[in-house]
């Protein structure tokens, strides 16, 4: 069966530093990725999508960016953070017609 | 993709049929309707979609108007662990799979 992770589960970064987060999908192959973001009392933001290796596609212009270094990993990125970048970050991966959502980072910039 | 409209909130009777709506007038003919919903601090969960026909599965049925202007998920004894963010997302079926989410409604069931 397929199975998503993502680390950490939450996160407290103080203004201008860097951020990483992964994610990774096992139990199936070239799958679509996808990063959310879910600000407080906020619907979901479709931040980032990958159809394959190095192919990433940009929905909002904003402070993040992300890679696909392999098959199976997406990682969210930022240079320095803002506080506007605060929120749970959600990673998914796409088959067919379903989406399939991580338990998500809780991010706090102070 | 079409945008839809959902009621900002609803409240169910625990044991009752829960019945979300969702206006979707400017979908066109190869748009899907997807429902998913999100219980507090979790990631979305998948719930059914369906293009015309009306569809069912384990959790939910979908019911779609012959025009498909508009559909109905409707959870048919709803539990406290119902109790969630719906949201009613139309799109084209196409090689990204991008879901673009509203605001969704916010089902309470109560006892």
């Known amino acids: 069966s397929q199975t998503i992770h993502q680390w950490p589960a939450t996160l407290v970064q103080p203004v201008g530093s860097p951020l990483s987060l992964e994610c990774t999908v096992e139990?199936?192959?070239?799958?679509?990725l996808y990063w959310y973001r879910q600000a407080a009392g906020r619907g979901l933001q479709l931040l980032f999508y990958?159809?394959?290796?190095?192919?990433i596609s940009s929905e909002v212009p904003q402070n993040l960016s992300a890679s696909r270094p392999q098959d199976r990993q997406f990682i969210l990125s930022s240079k320095k953070l803002l506080l506007s970048d605060s929120g749970f970050y959600l990673c998914?991966?796409?088959?067919?017609?379903?989406?399939?959502f991580g338990p998500g980072t809780r991010l706090t910039v102070l | 993709d079409a945008k839809t409209t959902q009621p900002t909130s609803m409240d169910c009777a625990e044991g009752r049929a829960a019945n979300l709506p969702c206006n979707h007038s400017?979908?066109?003919?190869?748009?899907?309707v997807y429902w998913y919903r999100q219980i507090h601090s979790q990631g979305p969960q998948y719930i059914i979609h369906g293009l015309k026909n009306n569809e069912t599965n384990e959790m939910a049925s979908l019911i779609i108007t012959e025009d498909r202007k508009s559909s109905t998920l409707i959870l048919p004894h709803a539990t406290l662990r119902d109790t969630a963010v719906y949201y009613c997302?139309?799109?084209?079926?196409?090689?990204?799979?991008?879901?673009?989410f509203g605001q969704g409604t916010t089902l309470q069931v109560k006892p």
């Open positions: 997302i139309v799109r084209v079926g196409s090689n990204t799979g991008k879901l673009i």
């Open positions: 998914a991966w796409g088959f067919r017609n379903e989406q399939f």
């Open positions: 400017t979908i066109s003919g190869n748009e899907y």
């Open positions: 139990g199936t192959s070239n799958p679509n």
């Open positions: 990958s159809v394959g290796i190095g192919q």
